[in-house]
């Protein structure tokens, strides 16, 4: 299947290379990672591992943090459905910035674009508002620092800005960059004007001038794409991006894991019990047809999903090299794999329900307060 990427289609095995230079980005170098372990002291797994493989601008913005000007990070959730491990992949690598850059974070819940795009009533997408800031929340953002923007519920602060993003952004090349038709809606056009305000408004609303670091999926890219030169326009620094890879879905290594897909992800709210049988049942696997064969000829963690999302998991260095070569000589089995998968998901997901409880308490303290 071809390679498709923007924000409402992800399809085929994606090359992440090709990507780099359709999209403009660039790679992340060993160089840029040791600027950024200056600062940081380490780096985190995802870094090490190319999980965030791109960027745009990074440099910029170490550099003014180095002369004592920090960036506030800005990163979003669309709430149409239930928060699966892909997500919160992404807000796993926001959390260890903000911690780590001691910076803080703005959080944008799109429940007007879902609203627009999806065919889901208003009431259904506010249930899923609430019930993805939980996720959220239960990822343990600092409350202190982290402020989250409801598209609906801040309109007020957020339209008169996005009105003036919009003047500069013309049908076409909205049309060109989403492959819209006439037969979209006129709400959906408008939308990206949306997604753009929170890159400045924390500086309108502060009457400060710190520069915007957006940690994304390169999915949302094209939002950015669109609306770096508007920002500009309108007087505000250019925000910088860092992009990371799809987590794939479970059935294979191709397209992205995704909730409107039952078989190809695991939910923040799945049992221990369901995140076995999702794995057994769906997790494609680099193994081979016979248990005599695999011995032989080992298995392929290039292909095989319970391998890939360890690196997501398993963030021992040592302990994840030696599943690699156990699995490639055929010392492990694709059945011991998923079961050294299963017990780490579940391990992770236990502490995460129990705060997502604990979070109900806590919504108040996240929304930003106008
Ligand atoms: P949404 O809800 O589709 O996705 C939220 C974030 O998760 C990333 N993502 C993934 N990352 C890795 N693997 C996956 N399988 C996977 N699936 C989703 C997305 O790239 C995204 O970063 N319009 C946005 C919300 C938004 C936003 C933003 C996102 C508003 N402002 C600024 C990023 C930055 C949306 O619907 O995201």
Known sequence: MKQKVNPYEVEGKIDYDKLIKEFGVKKITPEVLSEIQKITGELHPYLKREIFFAYRDLKKVLDEYKKGNKFFLYTGCGPSGPIHLGHISTWRFTKWLQEKFDV??????????????????????QKWTYENMLDVIALGFDPKKTHFLIDTKHAGIIYPEA?????KIT??????????????????????????????????????????????????DVHFRLSRDVVEKLGHEKPAIIHSKFMVPLT??????????????????????????????????????????????GGNVDVDVACQWLKYFEFDDEKLKKIYEDYSSGKLLSGEVKKILIDKINDFLAVHQKKRREAVKLIDKFIYKV
């Open 252 to 297: 294979g290594t191709e397209g992205k894991m995704s909730s409107s897909n039952p078989g190809s992800a695991i939910l923040m709210t799945d049992s221990p019990s369901e995140v076995k049988r999702k794995i057994n049942k769906y997790a494609f696997s680099g193994g081979r047809d016979t248990v005599e064969e695999h011995r032989k000829l």
């Open 163 to 167: 009105i003036k993003v919009a003047k």
């Open 171 to 220: 049908f076409s090349s909205i049309k060109a960059a989403f492959g819209f038709t006439d037969s979209n809606n006129i709400g959906s056009i408008f939308y990206t004007a949306m997604q753009t305000v929170p890159v400045f408004l924390p500086n309108i609303l502060r009457n400060e001038n710190r520069p915007c670091l957006i940690p994304l999926g390169i999915d949302q």
């Open 104 to 125: 803080e974070l703005w959080f944008q819940f799109t429940d007007d674009e879902k609203f627009l795009y999806k065919n889901m009533s208003y009431d259904e997408i």
